[in-house]
């Protein structure tokens, strides 16, 4: 089955630690990858992609994320955090049908 | 700039009424979606559209219908609202294939079943 898992529900960090947010995906789902972020009471926003390429794949905001094909994952990381990043992250893969798959979301609570 | 609006950011309904959510894009895309999202489950997929006047479930279709007459707007419906359709509701639409896969959503609708 296709399907998407974000290790952590929540994740508490200081401001200006790094942080690391951790998904693995299924290998049956097609590898075009995502993160997206909601800040409180807002949609999905597009934090970075991973389509093909370079494994390494910089966004918005200083996140970048890195693609490994062996161990199925493609984790989220930022050097260092800032309160503005409090918010929930999503994964997302891709099925073959144009749907994305997404994990179940985690909270980054970053505290000062 | 990309768009894709909801008609409202919060609803409150009694059990019973029928429910109406509007979501329009401004992008021509194909596709169009609708996600309920509940803590600790994610975004899970109740009906998607890839044309007007199709539509084709999602994983939690039970209790909701769709429909798209045109191209930009894809509407949810609760037939019969109940409590346990208490919910934030997000509406998405992409292009069909390659990188556009990614999905460009909406702000969501906070909706309330008394």
């Known amino acids: 089955a296709q399907s998407v898992t974000q290790l952590d529900s929540q994740v508490p960090v200081f401001e200006e630690a790094p942080v690391e947010l951790r998904c693995n995906y299924s290998s049956s789902v097609s590898v075009y990858l995502f993160w997206y972020v909601q800040y409180p009471n807002q949609g999905l926003q597009l934090l970075l992609k991973y389509l093909s390429g370079s494994t390494l794949v910089k966004g918005i905001n200083g996140f970048e994320a890195e693609f490994n094909k062996s161990q199925t994952s493609f984790h989220l990381r930022k050097p260092s955090v800032h309160i503005s990043d409090t918010a929930e992250y999503f994964c997302?893969?891709?099925?073959?049908?144009?749907?994305?798959?997404f994990g179940q979301g985690t909270t980054l609570q970053v505290k000062p | 700039d990309v768009k894709v609006t909801q008609s409202s950011r919060y609803l409150v309904k009694r059990t019973g009424e029928k429910v109406f959510l509007e979501c329009v894009q401004d992008?021509?895309?194909?596709?169009m979606f609708w996600y309920r999202q509940d803590p600790g489950l994610g975004l899970r997929l109740i009906y998607f559209?890839?044309?007007?006047?199709?539509?084709e479930k999602g994983d939690i279709p039970e209790g909701y219908s769709v429909s798209r007459e045109k191209k930009e707007r894809f509407s949810l419906i609760l037939e019969s609202a109940s409590t346990n359709q208490t919910s934030m509701y997000l509406c998405?639409?992409?292009?069909?294939?390659?990188?556009?896969?990614?999905?460009?959503f909406g702000p969501g609708t906070r909706l309330t079943v008394t």
């Open positions: 992008m021509d895309h194909e596709n």
């Open positions: 998405a639409s992409s292009s069909p294939g390659g990188s556009s896969y990614e999905q460009y």
């Open positions: 559209s890839y044309d007007v006047k199709m539509k």
């Open positions: 997302a893969g891709s099925s073959n049908t144009g749907k994305l798959i």
